[in-house]
Antibody, heavy 118, light 108 residues
Framework: EVQLVESGGGLVKPGGSLRLSCAVS????????MNWVRQAPGRGLEWVAS????????FYADSIKGRFTISRDNAKHSLYLQLNSLRAEDTAVYYC???????????WGQGTPVTVSS | SDELTQPPSVSVSPGQSASITCSGD??????AYWYQQKPGQAPFLVIS???ERPSGIPERFSGSTSGTTVTLTISGVQAEDEADYYC???????????FGGGTKLTVL
């Protein structure tokens, strides 16, 4: 059974930091590009970042570039997102997802909520 | 820029067909995916690679493509199909994931 389990979300003050984690099982993690996608309250889905299988290719949305860092540990089957310099507009549910481009099936976690508020 | 445009809302009576469109310049070159999302839940893949139905998805869900527009069609809509639907693809370089703004499907 495929499972993607996010953790690390919570309430943080503006300017603060958080580190999100995603534990993956049920598919070959090291062979799959991974993504973070977020959804602000009442809004649509927004792609945040992607990282290639080896971590050698990383892409970010312009809205978070320079503040967020995506990384992975293939030995631990885990994906990470370091969130720095957080703003109120970063408030969202953050989803971990498998490769979303040119694949037959995509896998998503249930999301972890991040609230940025003073 | 590579964007995907969806209508904000579509309404349909039970048993009728609903069509949700998604337009974007990159669509002739990139696969499209369709997700169903119900309140408080994660997105759920209903159509893959333009027109493929993942295992377990009812036959009433289908996808089609024509030029810069892809379409999700739900035939014989049921009350349980009421949800937000998002199209997703990649930009023209194939490096960046892009989402449509979402369409709220209301079953009257």
């Amino acid at each position: 059974e495929v499972q993607l389990v996010e953790s690390g979300g919570g309430l943080v003050k503006p300017g603060g930091s958080l580190r999100l984690s995603c534990a993956v099982s049920g598919f070959t993690f090291s062979g799959t590009t991974m993504n973070w996608v977020r959804q602000a309250p009442g809004r649509g889905l927004e792609w945040v970042a992607s990282i290639s299988r080896s971590g050698s290719h990383i892409f970010y949305a312009d809205s978070i570039k320079g503040r967020f860092t995506i990384s992975r540990d293939n030995a631990k089957h885990s994906l990470y997102l370091q969130l720095n310099s957080l703003r109120a507009e970063d408030t969202a549910v953050y989803y971990c997802a498998s490769d979303l481009i040119a694949v037959a099936v995509t896998y998503w976690g249930q999301g972890t909520p991040v609230t940025v508020s003073s | 820029s590579d964007e995907l445009t969806q209508p904000p809302s579509v309404s349909v009576s039970p048993g009728q067909s609903a069509s949700i469109t998604c337009s974007g310049d990159a669509l002739p070159k990139q696969y499209a995916y369709w997700y169903q999302q119900k309140p408080g839940q994660a997105p759920f893949l209903v159509i893959s690679r333009d027109n493929e139905r993942p295992s377990g998805i009812p036959e009433r869900f289908s996808g089609s493509t024509s030029g810069t527009t892809v379409t999700l069609t739900i035939s014989g809509v049921q009350a349980e199909d009421e949800a937000d639907y998002y199209c997703q693809s990649a930009d023209s370089t194939g490096a960046f994931v892009i989402f449509g703004g979402g369409t709220k499907l209301t079953v009257l």
